[in-house]
């Protein structure tokens, strides 16, 4: 059994709980962060000496933390070869994507323009600040826009853990209140992720409880 500690309104989060939802693993998860405190106490320290979440325990295994490593931990262990392949090049080609995701787009993303558009209060807000760093996205959505032209999928002809690192947050780019280049490839794409359950349930969800609370 996984046990699992993080908010369900954390991005990380919602990668992690799309991910074993598409391996259709049991899990328990436990609340922490933001609003649910617990990180700050000496047990989770002891899970977490940076005291962020997800933190993932794998029945009574040592604590993961991470949450590429917990991705990466989960598609060895559980997913089938076409999610993560056992051919080291093969599963490269899909890591080097998940990487890509996770360091160009989810970084450029979650704390330049999520945090300044919908955790900043209004009134605090830059925008200059926040147009330079959706140029800065926009051009990581220009590489991916060319490739699954080309693939259908972010790594390939198949959906793969590049996926969940790269279309996380893509419910959170396409709801909230910036301005948006035509993107007819990723529109597709995202519309695609939409129709899994599995994304609803966990990535398209609220985020309403994180406004104005940086």
């Not at 993932?56 to 997913?79: K, N, V």
Request: hydrophobic content about 45%; glycine content about 6%; proline content about 5%.
């Amino acid at each position: 059994m996984l046990e699992i500690w993080g908010r369900r309104t954390s991005s990380n989060v919602q990668a992690l709980m799309w991910c074993v939802s598409e391996l259709k693993l049991e899990f328990v998860r436990h609340d922490a962060g933001h609003v649910y405190g617990l990180t700050d106490t000496q047990a989770f320290g002891e899970l977490n000496p940076n005291r962020t979440v997800p933190v993932l325990r794998d029945d009574d295994g040592p604590a993961i933390w991470e949450t590429s490593a917990i991705l990466r931990y989960l598609a060895g262990r559980f997913a089938p070869n076409e999610f993560w392949p056992d051919d080291a090049g093969e599963r490269a080609q899909v890591d080097k994507w998940a990487e890509w995701a996770k360091i160009n787009v989810a970084m450029a993303f979650t704390g330049p323009i999520f945090w300044r558009v919908v955790r900043i209060p209004e009134a605090d807000r830059n925008p200059t600040a926040i147009a330079e760093a959706l140029d800065d996205l926009h051009d990581k959505f220009a590489i991916a826009e060319r490739q699954i032209a080309i693939t259908g999928w972010l790594a390939g002809s198949h959906f793969t853990l590049a996926d969940i690192q790269f279309g996380h947050i893509l419910y959170r780019y396409f709801n909230i209140e910036i301005n948006r280049p035509d993107w007819p490839i990723l529109q597709r794409y995202f519309d695609q992720l939409m129709e899994r359950d599995q994304y609803r349930e966990h990535v398209a969800i609220s985020y309403d409880k994180l406004r104005g609370s940086l």
